[in-house]
């Protein structure tokens, strides 16, 4: 930032939206951690105390403040970001309200140095002025947080929850900034080091550990939107592995957080998560960042572009998913360990090296590369294939292949039906009967034809053709009831799961190796292979060099 400091005039700082800037302490490792970003650091050191609340020490190696301007900066309303009323409508850096270091000036006591200069204020009075050391950028200490205002520090949480949001704070910077160096020490031992060498997946591995960062789908190439998301083979229980931003700023918006798990239905079980870093970089005129006063909610002008190049993106990213693998330690475990331990872990080994073997984006040859070697178990099937010993469940695989096949109906609109010989009455709620109306035509595409018999009975004439006849009455009960459940988005989705689930075969059918042989190619050409429609495996792999590092022949 080359301008100088200056005082907002008051039309400005009327229009900023006003609030608490400083809650808690992870608000001001926020406010800092900006501020060096905003001065271009290429390095950002943390160091936190006692929860934050005894000292938080932040220096960076960036453009630093001049001199004479180091005590105005923390004045109400002082920066160099913003002058005029214009500037408000497009915002390019993460300050502009001048508002953060008068904010915590206020509820601390508080030094800063950089250029040369020194500056300690307390309760908003400079107390002491004078020389400092001579070194790159700014460093801000921050101590005894919110000691005058004892209101504000009986609301705080827990040490360990207090700690807990510094280090989402510094990890969601860390994951959208991967060129910049981040080291964050809590208590005096490191917490979190990124490697700032540009590597979006050793930024990831340095937070979440190796072994989440191996499961991440790099979006590449994509404008507008940059980062990266799991495979649905990695998820977690909450939402806490997702970090959305925009042009760098993490934000919270419940909206593009559905956006992004719509694009894992199907490939996620209900209640799992994925782990997602999502960078949306937009014109910052069409993005009003102005309304929440710490910043965390957004406005976007074209909310639905954004949206649609966002699940586009993720989609893109996800079509090239990778089985579920056996492995002595299970990926998901990696994927629940806490943060502070894979971090540490993470650090030594940050080599990453791509699967070897074919990657699941090279087609299958016409014969498959599944070569299936029989039945086993209840009803799963084994293969080989060029990455290992497959296994797989019959039902979820039949499911996924039928699933596709009934959706590619539905959307050219003509069914393959299998009209009965003797139409079957079933019993349906009224209210049933009227979801089903509704949707006619599109049930007659999957193969689902009905007349209607009484208030409550249906006759059915026709099921799609691969449904074995016997299953009709609770296939259609259960589509219906699928449908009326979920009436609007997705609803046809899940009635086309319901007549999948009741047309495959099921687990503990006896199949013949031809059967074997189809289901296996079948699947092998299917799209979003990895799961069933329900977010269930279809697969496990259990790799050639995972059997090798087993035997222990690998010498
Ligand atoms: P804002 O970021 O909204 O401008 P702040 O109160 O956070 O308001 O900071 C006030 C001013 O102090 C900034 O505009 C900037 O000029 C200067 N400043 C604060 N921190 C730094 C830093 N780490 N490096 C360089 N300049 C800084
Ligand atoms: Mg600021």
């Avoid at 900006?34 to 960076?60: M, Q």
Wanted: charged share 25%; aromatic share 4%.
């Amino acid at each position: 930032m080359t301008s100088p400091i200056a005082v907002l005039p008051p039309e400005v700082a009327d229009a900023i939206a006003a609030g608490e800037v400083i809650e808690r302490p992870a608000s001001v490792v926020k406010e800092l951690v900006e501020n060096a970003l905003d001065a271009d650091a290429r390095r950002i050191s943390i160091d936190v105390r006692g929860a934050g609340k005894t000292s938080i020490r932040v220096s960076d190696d960036g453009a630093g403040i001049p001199a004479e301007e180091l005590a105005l900066a923390f004045v109400r309303h002082a920066t160099s970001k913003v002058a005029a009323l214009p500037d408000l409508d497009s915002i390019a850096s993460f300050g502009f309200r001048g508002e953060a270091l008068a904010s915590m000036a206020a509820v601390a006591d508080l030094e800063a140095e950089s250029s040369g200069a020194r500056v300690r204020i307390r309760a908003g009075q400079v107390v002491e002025q004078g020389a400092g050391s001579i070194v790159p950028g700014v460093t801000i200490e921050v101590r005894d947080l919110f000691a005058n205002v004892p209101a504000r520090l009986k609301f705080l949480k827990s040490d360990a929850t207090e700690v807990a949001a510094i280090k989402d704070v510094v990890i969601a910077y860390a994951v959208l900034h991967p060129h910049i160096r981040f080291q964050l020490s809590v208590e005096g031992r490191a917490a979190i080091t990124s490697p700032g060498d540009g590597d979006r997946r050793r930024a990831v591995a340095s937070v979440y550990g190796a072994g989440v960062a191996q499961e991440m789908i790099e979006m590449l190439g994509l404008p507008l939107v940059a980062g990266a998301v799991s495979q649905p083979r990695l998820s977690r229980g909450s939402r806490d592995g997702i970090v959305l931003a925009v042009n760098g700023r993490p934000i919270s918006s419940r909206a593009l957080v559905y956006a992004l798990e719509e694009c894992y239905q199907g490939r996620l079980e209900r209640g799992r998560h994925p782990v997602a870093v999502i960078d949306i970089g937009i014109d910052p005129g069409l993005v009003d960042v102005n309304v929440h006063p710490a910043k965390r909610e957004v406005r976007f002008r074209e909310e639905g572009t954004i949206f649609a190049a966002l699940q586009r993106a993720v989609r893109a990213s996800l079509s090239v998913s990778e089985p579920f693998r056996y492995q002595a330690v299970a990926t998901h475990a990696v994927a629940l360990n806490a943060v502070q331990e894979s971090a540490s872990v993470a650090t030594a080994e940050l080599t990453y090296s791509p699967p070897a073997g074919p990657g699941p984006l090279r087609p299958p040859s016409p014969e498959g590369m599944l070569r299936p070697l029989g039945q086993a178990g209840p009803g799963y099937l084994v293969a080989e294939g060029p990455q290992g010993l497959v296994l797989v469940d019959q039902h979820a695989a039949h499911e996924r292949v039928l699933y596709n096949r009934l959706l590619r109906r539905l959307r050219e609109g003509r069914g393959a039906a299998q009209p009965l010989l003797i139409p079957q009455a079933v019993d349906i709620e009224p209210g049933l009967i009227a979801a089903a109306a509704d949707h006619r035509a599109d049930l007659a595409a999957l193969g689902l034809e009905y007349e209607e018999f009484g208030p409550r009975s249906i006759r059915v004439t026709s099921v799609p053709l691969e449904m074995p006849s016997g299953r009709a009455t609770a296939a259609v009960q259960e589509t219906l009831a699928a449908l009326s459940e979920n009436r609007g988005d997705g609803a046809m989705e899940k009635a086309a799961a319901a007549l999948a689930c009741h047309s495959a075969v099921r687990f503990g059918d006896v199949l013949d190796p031809v059967e074997q042989r189809r289901l296996l190619a079948d699947l092998e050409t299917a799209e979003e292979s990895v799961t069933c429609p329900h977010g269930r495996p279809t697969r496990l792999v259990l790799e050639w060099q995972e059997l090798t590092r087993h035997f222990r022949r690998n010498y």
